[in-house]
Structure formats: C-alpha cells, structure tokens
C-alpha cells in the first residue's frame, strides 16, 4: 500500500511532467510564430501583376495542346519505368519542408542552403517565396482545373492523391515555385546558371510524371515564376538581400571560377570592374559585376 509520501512525491512527478509538457509545447508555438514573422515579402500580392489577367485559359478538350498534355501524361507514366527518375520525382514533391527542398539544388548549385549555414541566401529564398507562392491562387480557384491522376483515375507514386484531390491544377505551384528558387540562385551565382536551370527544369518534370500536373500547367508556370522574379527586381529591399547573398555564396565557395578566371586575366587592374565574361566596364554599367575580386549588383 502507498503512503502518503509516496502520494504526495507522485504528484509532484506528475505536475513536473504536465509543466514540461506545456513548456515544450509553448517553446514549439512560439518558434513557429518567430518563424513566420521573420518571413515577409518582398512586395504585396495586390502590387504584384495578376496571373489571371496575363495567363492564357488552360488548353480546351478539343484542341491540340491538350492531346499534347495526354501525351505527355503517357510519357511520364513511362518514365516511373525508371525507378532512379521516379524516386527523384517522388523526392521532388516536396513542398513544407524548405531545408529537403533547397537540398534539392545542392549539387546544382555548389552549396547547400540552410539557415545555420547560408543564412544571407536562405533569407532570399523564403522571403521571396513569400512574395511569388501566393501569386498561382486566384487563378487555380478560378479555373479548377482537373489533374491527370484524377482525370485518369489513376494513383500517383508520390502518393499525393488525398492532398491534391479537388485542388486546382493550372497553374502548377511546384513549377512556379521551383523555376523561381532557379531563377534566384542562377542570379545568386551565374556562373551556375546551366546546372542550376537543368535542375529546375526537370524538378518541374517531375510533376508530370508522377501525374500531378499536366504538360501546359508546367509550361505556363515557368513563365508565371519569370513574372513574378522580375518582379522582384524593383524591390530595394530584395536587391539589398540579394547582394548580401552573392556575398555569402563568394564567401562560402571561396570565390567563383568566374571571379578567379577574370582576376587572373586582370591582376593589373584591381580596382577595376569587369562583366562575367571579363570586359572592362565603365561607372555607369547595371548589372553583375566583379570588383575587387567581388560579385555584386549595380
């Protein structure tokens, strides 16, 4: 039988566990508030242009953009064949959780992007995500399109069925968003540029083949995240952050080939600027520069 010290100590126990308890569940809240409240965007959503009134309509039944989408669909049906190829569309997928998804351009890029290690990049990749995400919305609700597995009945290797059943399918919002984090990083670092696109490219793919996402949804939200990156150019706020994120990415790959292939062609002339491909240029030129033996903006 137990006494009444052994009540009064078990109680105790209990209330330690229920404050901890609490305690962890307050601290997981308030890190999710803090997170949420370090992202903004660079620009409102009413400031920036309107998909729904530049998107063309999804292509009709009929026509033969959509036979095109049915082949495509059949071709991407093909490709989860190749069990490499699916298991990178499955990986690509991913949508909640940033530090997989910018793992995603690791090798592409030559860095991996995460808040400890390229906080200044990581930065401009959420906020301006912040920015372009919302963008797809009005015209997915205004045109709920129906997506291939639906169409088709069809089940999806990346299992999505029940997140993606009823919501609209053009535009393609991993497309939007994954030829903008491209954009971005080719900007950040375009020496990059090629492998960086490549990876984009086929991360957009990869929602055809594992029947999420017709051929035109695909198509058309490339150049909806081309709308939106540029955009993004006539925010002061976002050209401050994206110097400081070519600074980061020069600091942390040790400089460019770029910036050492230029430097080594002019080790005469330290204090002048030069284009990527290694031409003087004069004061008065925008763009990508190096001086110093640093990339930056004008």
């Not at 409102?44 to 033969?64: G, H, R, T, V, Y």
């Not at 900007?187 to 793919?205: H, L, M």
């Not at 081309?226 to 006539?234: D, E, N, R, T």
Request: aromatic share 8%; charged share 25%.
């Amino acid at each position: 039988m137990a006494t009444k010290k052994d009540i009064t100590l078990k109680k105790h126990n209990n209330m330690r566990k229920t404050y901890w308890m609490l305690a962890s569940v307050m601290m997981a809240a308030m890190s999710i508030s803090a997170q949420d409240t370090a992202v903004q965007p660079y620009i409102e959503l009413d400031q920036l242009p309107k998909l729904i009134n530049i998107m063309p309509e999804p292509p009709a039944f009929d026509s033969p953009e959509f036979a095109n989408d049915v082949v495509r669909y059949c071709w991407g049906k093909q490709q989860r064949q190749d069990s490499e190829r699916v298991a990178q569309a499955i990986a690509d997928a991913e949508w909640d959780d940033h530090v997989k998804l910018y793992q995603l351009w690791k090798e592409a890029f030559g860095l991996e992007i995460d808040p400890a290690n390229t906080p200044e990049i990581w930065t401009l990749l959420e906020n301006s995500l912040a920015t372009t995400d919302p963008m797809r919305k009005e015209t997915k609700a205004h045109y709920k399109r129906q997506r291939p597995f639906e169409r088709f009945d069809d089940t999806m290797p990346s299992h999505e069925e029940d997140e993606l059943r009823g919501e609209g399918s053009y535009p393609s919002g991993h497309s939007l968003r994954g030829w903008t984090i491209s954009l971005l990083l080719a900007q950040i670092a375009p020496e990059r540029a090629d492998q960086v696109y490549k990876r984009g490219w086929d991360y957009c793919t990869s929602r055809v083949i594992v029947g999420a996402h017709w051929q035109s949804d695909v198509d058309n939200s490339r150049t909806a995240a081309s709308i939106g990156f540029c955009a993004l150019q006539g925010s002061e706020e976002f050209i401050a952050q994206m110097r400081k994120a070519q600074a980061e990415y020069t600091a942390k790959t040790q400089g460019s080939s770029a910036i050492s292939a230029v430097s080594a062609q002019n080790p005469a002339l330290p204090s002048r600027a030069y284009n990527l491909q290694g031409q003087s240029v004069a004061a008065d030129y925008h763009g990508i520069v190096i001086e110093k033996d640093r990339k930056r903006i004008r």
